[in-house]
């Protein structure tokens, strides 16, 4: 097995982690409401998915 023959900088190791952040979610508009949702996921507001209703919302 591979063993590094130095040890790694600060400065070197902080670049590689530089990128590992989180990311916005991704939000599309739904085709029935119009309200914003997450992809490929039944629509909170209404329940309306692929072009049919999977549940019913609860009012609150």
């Not at 190791?13 to 508009?29: I, L, M, Q």
Request: glycine share 6%; proline share 10%.
């Amino acid at each position: 097995m591979a063993l590094p023959k130095r040890r790694h900088s600060r400065s070197r190791r902080d670049k590689r982690r530089a990128n590992w952040k989180a990311g916005a979610p991704t939000v599309s508009e739904c085709s029935n409401c119009g309200q914003p949702k997450i992809p490929h996921r039944a629509c909170p507001s209404c329940g309306f998915y692929k072009g049919r209703t999977i549940f019913l919302p609860r009012e609150s």
